[in-house]
């Protein structure tokens, strides 16, 4: 089968880091990209990683290593206004179909 | 430029009744796919068209659920009849290119059956 794994929840302080994995088994693999999720709000992309190694975007990192079928997000500098669900997702091969996991909720605290 | 926008926002219906959900996405974007979070759950892929032809339905749950693209614009998903397992949100995403790694979200439908 095809999952992506990430924990359900994490909780920061402002100011803080924070990192949330994600690990995948899929039948392909075309990329994996990290979407931000505000309740109520629409999915919003945040970055993409087909190679293995860092991305960064501003307070945003991402990194994928490919043979581990790991990739992590990472976030910097943590504002309350970063609450939200993360989710991982992997494009598969067919370059057609993304797969997305269930989500992490980033609980931000003063 | 408006961004892909879903209607309605919420429906809230009756077991064994039929919902029509619609999707407007980026103008000009050739691909638009529709997927469903159940509460707590993954976003899960139900299917995507490019321009008016289906390309992968395979996430489509049962026949009760029909997607439409007439004409490569707008979409619909048609749910009949509705089952109480059906109760999720259902969003829309658009690409303008297949290879496109980044894909426009709708805010999504809540749709609640009861």
């Known amino acids: 089968g095809q999952s992506l794994e990430q924990p359900s929840e994490v909780t920061a302080v402002e100011g803080a880091i924070v990192q949330i994995n994600c690990t995948y088994q899929?039948?392909?693999?075309?990329?994996l990209s990290w979407y931000q999720q505000h309740d109520g709000g629409a999915p919003t992309f945040l970055s993409y990683?087909?190679?293995?190694g860092l991305e960064e975007t501003g307070r945003f990192s991402s990194f994928l290593s490919r043979s581990d079928s790991y990739g992590y997000l990472l976030l910097q500098e943590l504002q309350m206004k970063d609450s939200a669900s993360y989710f991982c997702?992997?494009?598969?091969?067919?370059?057609?179909?993304?797969?997305f996991g269930a989500g992490t909720r980033l609980f931000v605290k003063a | 430029e408006a961004g892909v926008t879903q209607f309605p926002s919420h429906s809230v219906i009756e077991k064994g009744q039929t919902v029509t959900l619609r999707c407007d996405p980026i103008?000009?974007?050739?691909?638009l796919y529709w997927y469903r979070r159940v509460m707590g759950k993954e976003i899960k892929f139900l299917l995507h068209?490019?321009?008016?032809?289906?390309?992968?339905e395979s996430g489509m749950p049962n026949n009760r659920f029909l997607a439409e693209r007439t004409g490569g614009t707008y979409s619909t998903l048609k749910v009949q009849p509705a089952e109480l397992e059906d109760s999720g949100v259902y969003f829309c995403?658009?690409?303008?290119?297949?290879?496109?790694?980044?894909?426009?979200f709708g805010q999504g439908t809540r749709l609640t059956v009861v």
């Open positions: 068209f490019v321009k008016e032809s289906k390309q992968d």
């Open positions: 103008s000009g974007h050739d691909n």
């Open positions: 990683n087909a190679l293995d």
């Open positions: 997702a992997v494009r598969d091969t067919g370059g057609f179909k993304t797969i």
């Open positions: 995403a658009s690409s303008q290119y297949t290879g496109n790694t980044e894909a426009f």
């Open positions: 899929t039948s392909g693999f075309y990329g």
